[in-house]
């Protein structure tokens, strides 16, 4: 069970907004990525997001390129989970690949608000909104566990038989 | 079954699949560009020091060639290290193409082929009776490591496309037609099948534009069947034998959608999202600073011939910058060849390097604050050419060029000489 403060977002944000691709082929650090986060959409974001925050948006989030760092520069900033009413399919991946929560989540979305706190029980499918209890469908099992390994990589090394991170 | 199920279900060595089902499959070929360099530092973190199958790898230096800085070019750098050191022969340095436009063209956009890509409109591939769909890096490090990836098989919208597109229409008239009606989540997850004699009559790289623009709705996939048209293009460039995949004609749709091209009047998407679409007659008159033709929706050969038959002789707008960038090297030969690079050399506009130039907003064509663009390219995202104050049109290459002429967005039909074909 986790608990977050809410930023709050419409439909369709756009890979190009959550991480602008004048960045992406340069390497940076997780913390400088964290520092690009949601730019072209929120300039306040980057820099008040605190740790355990949590996304809240409407349909398509993610959609556009395939860039990882819109998933990884969220996960950098301390986002705890994103929850959308629907995600673009390679940004769900990415956010997966990752270890960041992503949640679809089909009602209550509209009545939640930026700076409200939410509570997401992941064991049963549940995020709580000002008393009210709305269900999530559990993800597969087998996406479900590169999540819970922290992510892709941390997973095939654990089936590969390797420790954890090199 | 459909399209998706049949390839999924074959892929998978299995007889059946449903929507919804995840399925574990190995990839005929991988692509990946300039993001490679981040690719293989992932790659290095899975402990694992070879490449398992390097022939299923395509790599393409398109992004940012030449590079631009420093830092680009140690990218790149690193890039061919690693492609030396891993045994890597699908290997493409800046200048060939576009990644989109040379898989096709070196021959590995087969029908019935499985292709992965780490970059979103790898759907290109579609159009070939391939099943493609981009993927994230991290998963094409895993691709390096073991071959293998888990996907779901998705359900399927079938889009019937009637009648037939007159010049200077094109198909991307008809995808932006498209998008606008359903949205950018409108076939969100799903596989959509193109078919309809608008899609039959349509020749190979007008079929590209389609399935390239596909994820721009959110699509998984987009397929459409091949024919003797695509048989053709891949006479002496198919790197081995391929088995075409179609989907039964029982196979069940989750929705079947159709559009009729017959009447179709040019469209113009809006900034700032894709779906943001009108018809020309609502934008024109914008004032425009730049435009863009080419790109690796609308930057082949018939693209280029339609612009330079509408600027023929005459004159860019002043105060517009005309950039032009080919898909490909072959493009650029060809189109040299045809006497169409003089053309808009003449006319005033700048030819580019074939790859990706400014349709990423890093190099080549960024644009200031304020500025608005008029692309052929398949986003309009803010920020996504340069400044976030910076708005961008889309349009076919037939909008774009009859715009540079007058320097606000134009109808095409007011200047297209010939008249209807
Ligand atoms: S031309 Fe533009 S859309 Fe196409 S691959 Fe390059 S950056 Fe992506």
Not at chain 2, 6 to 12: M, N
Not at chain 2, 77 to 97: P, S
Request: with cysteine.
């Amino acid at each position: 069970m986790i608990e977050g403060r809410v930023w709050r977002y419409g439909d369709d944000v756009n890979t190009d907004v959550i991480f602008p691709g004048k960045y992406t082929y340069q390497p940076l650090t997780a913390e400088e990525m964290a520092q690009h986060a949601l730019e072209d959409l929120d300039p306040d974001f980057a820099k008040e997001v605190q740790e355990g925050d949590v996304i809240v948006a409407g349909a398509n989030f993610g959609c556009g390129s395939s860039r990882e760092q819109a998933a990884t520069c969220l996960k950098a900033a301390g986002v705890a989970a994103v929850i959308a009413k629907s995600f673009a399919r390679i940004f769900f991946r990415n956010a997966i690949n990752n270890g960041l929560p992503v949640i679809e989540l089909k009602e209550g979305i509209d009545g939640i608000a930026k700076g409200d706190t939410v509570k997401i029980d992941f064991e049963n499918g549940i995020v709580i909104h000002k008393g009210n209890e709305y269900h999530f469908p559990a993800l597969p099992p087998e996406v479900l566990a590169i999540l819970e390994d922290g992510g892709l990589i941390p997973h095939v090394r654990k089936e590969m038989g390797k420790e954890k991170y090199p | 079954m459909t399209f998706a199920e049949k390839i999924l279900a074959q892929k998978a060595g299995l007889d059946h699949v449903e929507p919804g089902q995840i399925v574990t499959v190995t990839p005929d070929f991988c692509m990946s560009h300039d993001n490679t360099a981040a690719i293989s530092k992932i790659f290095g973190k899975i402990g694992v020091e070879r490449v398992k199958d390097p022939e299923r790898f395509v790599i393409v230096l398109d992004h940012t060639v030449p590079p631009s800085t420093e830092k680009y070019a140690l990218g790149h750098k690193e890039i061919r290290q690693f492609v030396a050191q891993q045994g890597i022969v699908h290997f493409y340095d800046g200048g060939v193409g576009i990644c989109h436009q040379v898989l096709p063209e070196k021959g590995f956009a087969l029908p019935g082929t499985l292709i992965l890509g780490s970059d979103s409109h790898t759907t290109t591939y579609g159009a070939f009776g391939a099943f493609s769909a981009g993927i994230g890096r991290s998963e094409m490090a895993v691709l390096y490591a073991t071959s293998k990836i888990w996907l779901k098989v998705p359900s399927t919208f079938k889009i019937v496309v009637h009648g037939r597109l007159r010049a200077p229409l094109t198909s991307k008239d008809l995808i932006l037609k498209i998008i606008g009606d359903i949205g950018a989540d409108g076939a969100l997850y799903r596989s959509v099948e193109f078919t309809g004699a608008a899609i039959t009559e349509m020749s190979q790289a007008a079929r590209m534009v389609l399935s390239n623009m596909a994820i721009e709705m959110g699509a998984k996939n987009g397929y459409i069947a091949p024919d003797d048209k695509t048989f053709r293009f891949l006479e002496g460039r198919a790197v081995r034998k391929y088995y075409p995949v179609y989907p039964d004609s029982d196979a069940s749709y989750e929705k079947v959608l159709e559009f009729d091209a017959s009447d179709l009047i040019p469209q113009v998407a809006k900034p700032h999202t894709v779906d943001n679409v009108a018809p020309v007659e609502e934008v024109a008159g914008t004032k425009i600073d730049q435009v863009l033709l080419g790109t690796c929706t609308n930057g082949r050969l018939e693209d280029l011939r339609l612009a330079a038959r509408i600027i023929a002789g005459k004159k860019i707008a002043t105060g517009v910058r005309m950039l032009v960038l080919p898909a490909s090297r072959e493009v650029l030969l060809d189109a040299l060849s045809e006497g169409l690079i003089d053309t808009f050399v003449r006319a005033g506009a700048m030819v580019l390097n074939p790859g990706c130039g400014p349709c990423l907003g890093v190099h080549e064509g960024v644009l200031a604050p304020g500025e608005v663009c008029l692309s052929t390219a398949n986003r309009n995202f803010k920020g996504r050419m340069g400044s976030r104050d910076a708005e961008i049109y889309l349009a076919s290459p037939a909008t774009v060029a009859a715009s540079a002429l007058t320097g606000v967005i134009t109808d095409p039909r007011d200047v297209f000489e010939g008249g209807a074909e």
